[in-house]
């Protein structure tokens, strides 16, 4: 009786760590460097590329639940002063219009197919402290996930790629 009951237990504990590491299994396909492949901006039928045509981004999600992400477009002027502070008010509004970084924490939530950005800090200020919910699907090493308020306004829709 004795053999049963430790091999019930074994089993038991056999199919929780099995369950738990089933659950996980979301964020854990999350975790890794993400390069971008395309943002796209959505405004009521009008398409358009957020940051423009080749743009860079990066997303990184730790297994600590840690992320950063950053985007920049490919025509970012530099200063003509070579010094940020110094920059004109025309190179200031083209970096905040060409650029976007928040990092912070993040959750899962696999029953909706989403996670969520739990932002810490932004160059879209109006972004501290807040939580952004994004739907996502992995297919293969690509990341598509859906912004429904993008910071420019319109629904945004991301696509990264897994880095190797």
Do not use: C
């Not at 074994?10 to 199919?15: A, D, E, F, P, R």
């Not at 045509?53 to 730790?62: S, T």
């Not at 950053?70 to 530099?78: E, G, Q, V």
């Amino acid at each position: 009786m004795r053999k049963i009951w430790m091999l019930g237990i074994t089993m038991l504990i056999v199919g929780i760590v099995t369950l738990t590491a089933a659950f996980a299994q979301g964020a854990h396909d999350l975790v890794g460097t993400w390069t971008l492949v395309s943002a796209i901006t959505d405004k009521e039928g009008t398409k358009s590329d957020i940051f423009g045509p080749n743009a860079k981004g990066m997303l990184v999600f730790d297994a600590n639940h840690h992320y950063v992400i950053a985007f920049t477009s490919a025509t970012l002027p530099k200063f003509s002063s070579n010094n940020r502070g110094n920059a004109t008010a025309d190179e200031n509004k083209a970096i905040v219009r060409g650029s976007l970084a928040h990092f912070g924490t993040y959750t899962v939530d696999e029953a909706n197919k989403s996670f969520s950005f739990h932002i810490e800090s932004a160059t879209f200020p109006n972004w501290n402290g807040t939580e952004q919910k994004r739907s996502f699907v992995i297919s293969g090493d690509e990341l598509k996930f859906t912004d429904p308020h993008a910071s420019a306004g319109g629904v945004g829709t991301i696509i990264f790629k897994r880095a190797r």
